[in-house]
């Protein structure tokens, strides 16, 4: 599994108390497989970046991580999202199928 220092260091110094950190790990862990149907594989990077941009996604309801006021750093939970499902090849629910007609 992840560290909650892996998920602090995405988030760049984000002032977030380890429990709330560990709490969204164990979501992101569940969530993860929900959507493979498989146990992440700890020594896959790919799975390793899913799991913390998962628990990055579980934080976002605890703080605010739309917009920062300092630097102006810029965090989109679609964005994140997307780069889930690169990350494990996985379609999303309801994507359009473009056909020739």
Known sequence: MISVEEVKDFLKNADI??????KA?????GRFVRLTNIAPDENDPQHRQALIILAVLELASFIN?????????YIRTKELTAE?????????????????I
């Open 17 to 22: 108390p380890d429990t709330e950190i560990q």
């Open 65 to 73: 991580l739309y917009y920062r006021q300092n630097n102006a750093e």
């Open 84 to 100: 889930v499902e690169r990350l494990l090849s996985l379609t999303p629910k309801g994507a359009v199928l473009w056909q020739t």
């Open 25 to 29: 790990i164990s979501l992101a862990y």
